[in-house]
T-cell receptor
């Protein structure tokens, strides 16, 4: 079974600075998808960014980018120019190409310091 | 689009009572998922449907839990009888299968359930 590990339960960053959240996963499959979801205090799960495993190019969405290392099974999220609104729980998630449910990591709580 | 709609947003009930959670997926989506979030277990899949048919219910904790999807625009998750350990946030999510294209799951706002 696939597993997703987020080794940083909590992180903090100064406003306007850059922070990287780590995620590793375990799978024997070659084709899959990876996601980062943000969960603010409202509990809403918001998609931040997604990556197809067959794509070598790292995904980017405005201030959010990923460092996808397929051989190392690593999928880190970089947040540039951090804003107070970025404070939230961040979940890394894996989805097999064959099976659609998401497998989530335990999450990283990000605090942004003004 | 209104997004995934869940009701109620909050539910407080007493142990032994029946609880019904409701979900309306995004129009046109053919996959629907029910997840549960707790402090101890994190986010875990309970059950998911494809074209209204349950595909995998192995995550359903026990017989007290049941889920239905009578049509493409409505699903329910029922707990009978409820127990304090069922207290959690229950999320519904939907996605659209488009062949090799990525299929992002869009989540509803969740139902926060408290069983006293």
């Amino acid at each position: 079974a696939q597993t997703v590990t987020q080794s940083q339960p909590e992180m903090s960053v100064q406003e306007a600075e850059t922070v990287t959240l780590s995620c590793t996963y375990d799978t024997s499959e070659s084709d899959y998808y990876l996601f980062w979801y943000k969960q603010p205090p409202s509990r809403q799960m918001i998609l931040v960014i997604r990556q197809e495993a067959y794509k070598q190019q790292n995904a980017t969405e405005n201030r959010f980018s990923v460092n996808f290392q397929k051989a190392a099974k690593s999928f880190s999220l970089k947040i540039s120019d951090s804003q107070l609104g970025d404070a939230a729980m961040y979940f890394c998630a894996y989805r097999s190409a064959e099976n659609t449910p998401l497998v989530f990591g335990k999450g990283t709580r990000l605090s942004v310091i003004a | 689009d209104a997004g995934v709609i869940q009701s109620p947003r909050h539910e407080v009930t007493e142990m032994g009572q029946e609880v019904t959670l409701r979900c309306k997926p995004i129009s046109g989506h053919d996959y629907l998922f029910w997840y549960r979030q707790t402090m101890m277990r994190g986010l875990e899949l309970l059950i998911y449907f494809n074209n209204n048919v349950p595909i995998d219910d192995s995550g359903m904790p026990e017989d007290r839990f049941s889920a239905k999807m009578p049509n493409a625009s409505f699903s329910t998750l029922k707990i009978q009888p409820s127990e304090p350990r069922d207290s959690a946030v229950y999320f519904c999510a939907s996605s659209l299968h488009r062949g090799p294209a990525i299929e992002t799951q869009y989540f509803g706002p969740g139902t926060r359930l408290l069983v006293l």
